[in-house]
């Protein structure tokens, strides 16, 4: 199961070239993946002073077609692996109205963190529980 979200291009976010400019494509999963993050219910956590959450690892992205400002997107977000103390996810950002126009693809490791030790720590069961049904096979 996948989870899926607009994303509405500004003007602001356009180049030179007047194409979507490739570091917003990166802000544009970042705002996914939180949106994803408050539909399982864990967007709490982040919010509310506890010491635990998730950090960024790793940020990958392969940019397939120019998006522009009349271009109305979406991002689908899905799981590819679970482990431990990190997990990958999984986006692509296509057209909303027509989900072969791929514009990009993106994979980003996040680990669960315990900022007072400042290490990994393991993902809480209750956690897990919530990201599995979102692993894609």
Known sequence: MSYETTIEVRFCDLDGLGHINNAHYLSYIELARTRFYEALG?????QNGDPIALILARSEIDYLKQAKLTDRLRCEVWLEKIGNKSFVQGYELTHRSDPREVYAQAKAVLVWFDYKKN?????????????EPHLRS
């Open 42 to 46: 864990l967007g709490e956590p982040f």
């Open 119 to 131: 290490s990994s720590c393991p993902i809480p069961k209750a956690v897990r529980a919530k990201l």
